[in-house]
């Protein structure tokens, strides 16, 4: 039943199942110009719509436009805007090197250069921070206002010895570095280094560039833009003295005095007739000589100077004709006639400083003073002096010198140098008197005395600081084992108890004290000094002490950490721990020595080292007279010695020279405890003859001088590559200029400038408004008919 029942309304439902699957839509029919119609409407509304967004657009778009031509924008970049409103920080450089007095069109290139950097002023924008860094003057710093720094840059009248260019940018990124601290800035300055210079060799040094790189990054956000003016000429021509010189620079009474001056000539043709004049302090006509110079070419003339005065001579030599570059035209000697160099003896007893004293004379070149201990004594302010009796004949009548005027003090056979004068206990001990001489930079050689004469405590009291070591026993060469003494001159060697060398090895002649014996030797192939060597019998054995270094050893011993020192030295520190003086032991008594008790042959006449061997040890501690200088480069500070004891408190030292020492620079009264005058920048800074001296009752009490020149290579007027400063500054940073040309052109080429965008937005938004109009009465334009 249920099956039935099922089935049958299964069915049932079988003609709705096909009733489904045979339903068939009405067809449709479609007319042609319907159809055409209905897609014509849509075409229609597209194109409708696509002109109503175009307008639209084009409507927001004006509208944009004409809002931001409103606003004036400019266009920004790395590049500076130096005639806009915002203030730039500008450090200026300017070249005041000598070289820069070089004439073009009747002006300095120092003239020149001040004319543009206040042109460079009217340029920047008010408020605009400046500083002005003078190449002889390297203490730049931000100035209040424009007018200051207009002010300064007119004070740059006169070129002057200085640094090069390099360093001054150096110094000008130093302060840049704080210029927004400096000047309270709300928000970063743009910064400018702009370096007006005639960009010679001398004035640009390429092995700086790596530092300035990195020493401009250490700058604050925006990083400097620097341009360089070039004020040099392209094909200069210029005529000069380069060179005055005299060696040595001290010589003995009578000698002539020999001096070459090389004069040189760039640019031109032909080849230069050149005059050069040379008067002599004192003298009326000066002297003339005359050469003739190649194109690129130097030449050398001799001049002497005959009939001279002891004393401090000075000369200036100049050209007869001038040129467009007037520095270099004139050139400055100082030398000195007639004046030995001065030693110091102290002994307890004179005449046993006769050999050592005769010794000197040979060569005429040092005066040995002998005195006793108690000579050298305080003076006022301190000062060390030394009294003496010019006069032998009357003993009495003495007078005082500085202890600094010597240039070696000498302790000769003296028993005991830590006693005190009895009749100035104030004065401390010789050793107390020695000491700030030394300390800066006094020279002291120590000849001990014999065993039988000396108190050892007395010596070695004095070796924390001052003695090279210990002196303990006298050793004697017969008690040894030394080896055979040989030489070139000996026939056979002998027997090294009778007395010994000392050991003239390579390191031993390298030694500044005795290499002048190895220059005497390939002169001279049998030099007695080596081929008949003297010889030492008895000498103090000595512990030197750590901070001493051994010159010469004897050979007493076969094996040489078994030799004894012969000659020892050590260095004197001063107060800041840094080396000045220096002081020179000597194993062996050099007094005159009786039969019964010779330590050496030293001082037998039958060879030279009687004499040389005493002019080593004094010409080593004091210098060679052939390095003596009175000659310096223009910008140098220096020290003249002052005669302390000569000169009362209230002495006056008068200083000549240049015309920029005028008014209180002509004179200068030195301190109480003052043993020096120091002259340097800006008084050096010139080229000149510069005489100081000391008069009393129209008497000169005093006078010493010294010369500053310009040096030859800051008269090159060869330019420096162009690349070498692009390296730093950047490319098209270096700017060729000369009177024609407008720096504001120059400085809108190198720097660029932002770019107005008014003008250009508001063609654009005239353009656009055009295109508008037009668009929009084609869009709504009805057809005709």
Same mark, same amino acid.
């Given at each position: ?14 003609p ?14 479609t ?23 175009v ?21 920004k ?8 409103? &915002?203030?730039?920080?500008v ?17 300095? *290139? ?16 008010e ?16 100035l ?18 200085? &640094? ?17 601290q ?29 530092? /300035? ?15 360089v ?24 009474? %009578?000698p ?13 043709? *032909? ?27 130097? *030449?050398a ?19 007869a ?8 035209n ?8 007639g ?22 004379t ?11 201990p ?34 070696v003090?000498?302790?000769?056979? /003296?028993?005991?140098p ?9 004065? !401390? ?8 001489q ?30 090279? !070591? ?8 017969k ?18 108890? !009778? ?24 002169q ?56 000045? !003086? ?22 037998? &006449? ?17 210098g ?23 000169l ?12 920029i ?8 009264i ?43 290579d800051?008269? %090159? ?9 692009e ?25 660029? &400038?932002p770019?107005?965008l008014?003008?250009?937005l508001?063609l ?5 408004f ?10 709504y ?5």
């Amino acid at each position: 039943m249920n099956a039935i029942l099922i089935a049958g309304a299964a069915l049932v439902g079988l003609p709705i199942v096909l009733h489904l699957i045979m339903k068939q839509e009405p067809k449709r029919l479609t007319f042609p110009a319907f159809r055409f119609l209905k897609q014509k409407l849509k075409t229609n509304q597209r194109k409708l719509r696509l002109r109503h967004f175009v307008l639209l657009a084009m409507r927001m778009l004006l509208i944009a436009l004409f809002c931001l031509t409103l606003y004036q924008p400019t266009f920004k970049s790395d590049r500076l805007n130096i005639r806009g409103e &915002q203030p730039i920080a500008v450090a200026i450089v300017i070249d005041t090197t000598p070289s820069t007095g070089y004439v073009v069109n009747e002006r300095t *290139r120092l003239e020149e250069e001040r004319r543009r950097a206040l042109e460079l002023l009217d340029e920047l924008p008010e408020k605009s921070p400046v500083a002005v860094i003078d190449t002889a003057d390297m203490t730049g710093h931000w100035l209040p206002d424009l007018g200051a720094a207009r002010r300064r840059i007119e004070e740059l009248k006169e070129t002057r010895a200085g &640094q090069p260019v390099s360093s001054a940018v150096a110094v000008a990124y130093q302060l840049l570095a704080k210029v927004d601290q400096e000047t309270e800035a709300t928000e970063p300055l743009p910064k400018l280094v702009a370096v007006f210079t005639d960009r010679t060799t001398a004035s640009w040094d390429p092995g700086r560039t790596e530092d /300035l790189k990195k020493l401009r990054d250490t700058v604050p956000d925006p990083k400097p833009v620097a341009v360089v003016i070039d004020f040099g000429a392209d094909a200069p021509a210029n005529v000069g003295i380069l060179s005055a010189e005299m060696k040595p620079q001290v010589i003995a009474a %009578n000698p002539v005095a020999n001096v070459t001056v090389t004069v040189g000539a760039v640019g031109g043709d *032909r080849p230069l007739d050149v005059t050069v004049l040379a008067k002599l302090d004192g003298s009326g006509k000066p002297e003339s000589k005359a050469v003739v110079v190649p194109p690129g070419q130097t *030449r050398a003339l001799p001049f002497e100077f005959r009939g001279l005065k002891p004393g401090l001579h000075q000369v200036e030599f100049a050209l007869a004709a001038a040129d467009k570059l007037m520095v270099d035209n004139t050139r400055f000697l100082t030398f000195k006639v007639g004046e030995a160099r001065r030693i110091l003896t102290i002994t307890d007893d004179k005449e046993g400083a006769v050999f050592w004293q005769l010794a000197h004379t040979v060569r005429d070149e040092f005066s040995c003073l002998v005195v006793d201990p108690n000579d050298v004594q305080l003076g006022d302010g301190g000062t060390v002096v030394v009294k003496y009796a010019p006069d032998a004949a009357k003993p009495d009548v003495k007078v005082a010198d500085d202890l600094s005027s010597f240039e070696v003090v000498c302790l000769l056979d /003296l028993k005991n140098p830590n006693l005190t004068n009895p009749n100035r206990p104030g004065d !401390g001990t010789l050793w107390d008197r020695l000491r700030p001489q030394l300390r800066a930079g006094g020279k002291l050689l120590v000849m001990p005395p014999p065993d039988t004469n000396i108190d050892l405590d007395g010596y070695n009291a004095a070796l924390p600081d001052l003695m090279p !070591g210990r002196l303990t026993t006298v050793l004697r060469t017969k008690d040894l084992t030394p080896p055979p003494q040989e030489a070139a001159n000996w026939p056979a060697p002998r027997d090294g108890k !009778g007395g010994v060398t000392w050991v003239l090895d390579e390191k031993a002649l390298k030694h500044p004290l005795l290499k002048p014996v190895e220059e005497w030797r390939q002169q001279k192939a049998n030099l007695d000094f080596l081929a008949d060597p003297r010889t030492t019998k008895k000498f103090w054995n000595v512990e030197p002490d750590k901070a001493a270094t051994p010159v010469v050893y004897y050979n007493d011993a076969a094996a040489p950490d078994k030799r004894h020192v012969a000659i020892l030295e050590r260095p004197v520190i001063d107060k800041e721990n840094r080396a000045r !003086g220096k002081v020179l032991l000597l194993t062996v008594r050099m007094d005159v020595m009786p039969p019964d008790d010779e330590w050496h042959d030293y001082w037998e &006449q039958s060879s030279t080292f009687f004499a040389s061997f005493p002019d080593l040890l004094v010409r080593y501690l004091a210098g060679d007279s052939a390095d003596a200088n009175f000659n310096y480069p223009t910008g140098a500070t220096v020290s003249v010695p002052l005669p302390r004891a000569r000169l009362g408190r209230e002495s006056k030292v008068v200083l000549d020279g240049p015309p920029i020492i005028s008014g209180t620079d002509a004179v200068i009264i030195p301190g109480d405890r003052q043993t020096e005058i120091r002259l340097g920048p800006p008084k050096t800074s010139v080229p000149g003859n510069f005489a100081l001296s000391v008069e009393k009752d129209r008497v000169v009490l005093w006078k010493d001088g010294f010369s500053t020149n310009v040096p030859a290579d800051e008269c %090159n007027l060869e330019k420096v590559p162009v690349e070498a400063i692009e390296e730093l500054v950047g490319k098209d940073r270096v700017i060729p200029i000369d009177r024609n040309t407008s720096l504001r052109d120059w400085l809108d080429l190198a720097l660029g &400038q932002p770019v107005d965008l008014f003008p250009w937005l508001l063609l654009m938004v005239l353009a656009l408004f055009v295109v508008e109009g037009l668009a929009a009465n084609r869009f709504y334009r009805r057809p005709r008919g």
